[in-house]
């Protein structure tokens, strides 16, 4: 199959996503409204890592709004934008990670270590997002898989009850990138827990990693902003 930009940067989300949260005492670091939910396990419980999933929203809409304004200026002046964005999200995921193996592992989620390694991967993954809704908005979702698999419960649906023959191929493909994005962001947890369980933090080698052949993809077509 060919690689292309969409399920590789679903790959890369539910890596971070999962290795953040097992490293970083519960924080989400792609699907940051999830920190609503731990959050108030955390007040409760009185586990540590409050002040990280209190800061992961703001600065997830800061780097997003920053994202649409770097995105627009970088194409007026006649620069790749998206690989521009995507190298700059290459920079947060390797700074996260040097943090990660520095001072991890990480007891207490509150430290100053510990946010600022949760804080740079939130960055990162905030560019992720606004880079999908201002350059790949066709493309299913690269970080949260609710919405995606929704639709496929419901294009399955249609398929079954039955459609019009010239409906069939967008419904078809429709069902296509969605799966194969769900499925690569649940490859992506399933990989993550199981290099966090074998190497601690090492595990954050690997974004990084991930990240690198967004660089040297064929994605000119995406390089306009929506």
């Known amino acids: 199959m060919k690689l292309t930009l969409p399920p590789l940067l679903s790959l890369n989300a539910g890596f971070v996503d999962t290795a953040g949260f097992l490293a970083l005492q519960g924080l989400f670091t792609a699907h940051v409204?999830?920190?609503?939910?731990?959050?108030?396990?955390?007040?409760?419980?009185?586990?540590?890592?409050?002040?990280?999933?209190?800061?992961?929203l703001p600065m997830f809409c800061l780097v997003v709004a920053l994202t649409r304004l770097a995105s627009r200026g970088l194409f007026g002046r006649g620069l790749p934008a998206l690989r521009l964005l995507l190298a700059a999200k290459l920079l947060l995921l390797t700074l996260g990670a040097a943090m990660a193996i520095h001072f991890g592992p990480f007891t207490n989620g509150d430290a100053w270590t510990a946010l600022g390694t949760g804080m740079?991967?939130?960055?990162?993954?905030?560019?992720?997002?606004?880079?999908?809704?201002?350059?790949?908005?066709?493309?299913?979702?690269?970080?949260?898989?609710?919405?995606?698999?929704?639709?496929?419960?419901?294009?399955?649906?249609?398929?079954?009850?039955?459609?019009?023959?010239?409906?069939?191929?967008?419904?078809?493909?429709?069902?296509?990138?969605?799966?194969v994005g769900v499925g690569a962001f649940a490859l992506g947890c399933a990989a993550a827990a199981?290099?966090?369980?074998?190497?601690?933090?090492?595990?954050?080698?690997?974004?990084?990693?991930?990240?690198?052949?967004?660089?040297v993809l064929r994605i000119a077509e995406y390089e306009k902003p929506a």
């Open 194 to 215: 199981l290099a966090y369980a074998e190497f601690s933090v090492w595990c954050f080698v690997v974004p990084p990693l991930l990240a690198l052949p967004a660089l």
């Open 33 to 56: 409204t999830g920190n609503f939910v731990t959050l108030g396990a955390a007040l409760v419980l009185g586990t540590t890592g409050v002040v990280a999933k209190l800061s992961a």
């Open 120 to 179: 740079a991967l939130v960055a990162a993954m905030a560019i992720q997002n606004g880079v999908h809704r201002i350059h790949l908005s066709s493309a299913p979702p690269t970080t949260l898989m609710t919405g995606s698999t929704t639709q496929i419960m419901i294009d399955l649906a249609d398929l079954a009850a039955g459609l019009p023959a010239e409906k069939r191929p967008l419904v078809l493909g429709r069902l296509k990138r969605a799966a």
